[in-house]
């Protein structure tokens, strides 16, 4: 064993005894001041991706149950959204945001120079767009770091297969892996999905989620590039939404929540889907053609080997219902899975296919200190860390990737399509995206009129565009 490797090892034993004490006094309301502040009992988070949501995560791995955790690198390719993350978390929680300007780090090899101001044993985070996560999830396995990833995990058979080597190699390593499908860390969708396990509304027939919303939300609807200081690939990765290289489109990025969280009340991955989808407005009200690769509708009925149904319906449009809750249907009754919401409570289970009040069986309730998934998330993440217990969600959340892209590839190309075709394709949206510099060309070009490729169901049958 040479030095390094001793001091790694002697380091995890540290963070698992300190942890174990940290997270027992915790648990009992103790407050335990000297291991709290012990420098090297601090778990060290790098955030690589410094938007909206890389801000809130860093804010909850720096407000996690077991502590200390703090912030000593950050990496983005746009400056302005570094300086935002920082100057936000450094007001929010001065003391844990140490992160001096040669901890900053811009470019598309941030991803490293940030992961190299950690240990073996700390945290990156990763919450750029999905393009990136196995090209930064490869490095931090290289280097023994622990990961939490936003979801989602991939948009093509390539990367998904690639995702999951990466998952099994981290496994090997003992790494510890977070994805962000907080679902699963919400308390009332555990119990729901314990209750329906154990048989409460009877065998699962039919599941159905709504996210079905206003119109240009997020960066889901763009006009032509605009041309200037940013250029097109830049310009592609600030409006993410658009592309299906950058984000598997709005329909990966907005609807994989209840896709997910549906399947794991059926305890299964769908093995086939066949969609709906269409773009009604290609214009924006000026009349100005959009030439993002989204529609803004989708209805997708996704098939179990069992033969149960769960039907997916998205939309982006204006003044059309509003409806974004996720529902279960079983033989002896209903459940209302998230309320509203990607999976907000209460859940609640009935006798009979209504919501009828008379007829309730259940209605979820949680303590107020587990009332936010994402905290959840992160305490149980950095518990399983201090305490050496497997965990590591890249594997669960690569399928569920691979099954909302699934529903995503059946409407675009209006064709049947099953888990293994997706898994096995070959159309790799963004190949050589770890090597991309400022000045590379986007991975999705315009043709001369700055109009992108888009899905043309029926007659591009294999291939989204
Ligand atoms: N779990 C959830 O509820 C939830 C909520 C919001 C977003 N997300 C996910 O988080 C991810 C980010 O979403 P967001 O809304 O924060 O987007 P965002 O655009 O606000 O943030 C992404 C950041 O990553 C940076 N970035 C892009 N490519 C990079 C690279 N190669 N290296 C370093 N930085 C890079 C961007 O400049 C930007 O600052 C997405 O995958 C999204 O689906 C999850």
């Known amino acids: 064993m040479n030095s390094n490797e001793t001091s790694n090892t002697s380091r995890r034993e540290f963070l698992k005894t300190t942890g174990r004490v940290a997270a027992v006094s915790a648990l009992a309301g103790i407050a335990l001041p000297h291991v709290h502040a012990a420098e090297n009992n601090t778990i060290q988070i790098a955030l690589i991706g410094c938007g909206g949501r890389g801000g809130g995560a860093a804010n909850n791995a720096l407000n996690v149950k077991f502590g200390p955790v703090k912030l000593v690198a950050m990496a983005d390719v746009f400056r302005d959204r570094l300086d935002g993350a920082y100057g936000a978390l450094k007001r929010a929680m001065p003391d844990s945001v140490d992160v001096p300007e040669e901890r900053k780090f811009i470019g598309f090899d941030a991803y490293q120079k940030a992961m190299d101001c950690l240990r073996p044993g700390d945290v990156a985070i990763f919450t750029t767009p999905l393009a990136f996560r196995w090209v930064h999830f ?98 592609q990765i600030r409006r993410f939404h658009s592309f299906i290289w950058a984000s598997g489109g709005c329909f990966s990025d907005f609807y994989i929540h209840h896709i997910d969280h549906l399947c794991w009340m059926k305890n299964a991955w769908p093995v086939k889907a066949q969609a709906l989808g269409g773009r009604h407005y290609r214009h924006n009200q000026e009349g100005t053609l959009y030439v993002d690769q989204n529609f803004d509708a989708y209805s997708v009925e996704y098939t179990f080997a069992d033969g149960a149904k769960m039907l997916m319906d998205g939309r ?84 569920a990737s691979l099954v909302t892209s699934m529903g995503r590839i059946a409407a675009h190309t209006g064709q049947e399509v099953t888990f293994e075709q997706c898994l096995n394709a070959e159309h790799e949206y963004a190949p050589g995206v770890d090597k991309l510099t400022m000045d590379s060309p986007a991975p999705l070009l315009a043709n001369a009129e700055g109009v992108y490729p888009i899905p043309r169901p029926g007659l591009s049958k294999v291939r989204e565009y």
């Open 138 to 235: 490869t490095y931090a396995i290289k280097k023994g770091i622990n990961v939490f990833m936003e979801k989602p995990l991939t948009a093509d058979g390539p990367s998904s297969r690639r995702m999951l080597k990466l998952a099994e190699e981290a496994t090997a390593k003992n790494l510890k892996v977070g994805v962000g499908l907080m679902s699963r860390h919400s308390r009332h969708l555990q119990e729901l999905q314990k209750r329906i396990t154990d048989g409460e509304i009877g065998d699962v027939v039919l599941m159905r989620g709504y996210r079905m919303a206003g119109g240009d939300l997020g960066s889901a609807f763009s006009l032509k590039y605009p041309g200037g200081k940013t250029n097109e690939l830049l310009w």
């Open 316 to 399: 982006c449009m204006n003044g059309a219902l509003p409806l974004y809750r996720s529902f279960v249907h079983g033989s002896k009754g209903f459940a209302i899975a998230s309320n509203s919401n990607d999976c907000d409570g209460p859940s609640s289970t009935y006798t009979g296919q209504n919501p009828d009040r008379a007829k309730r069986l259940w209605l979820s309730n949680e303590a107020d200190d587990e009332r936010d998934p994402y905290q959840n998330e992160w305490n149980e993440l950095i518990y399983a860390i201090r305490n050496d217990k497997p965990y590591n969600e890249a594997k669960r959340g690569v399928e």
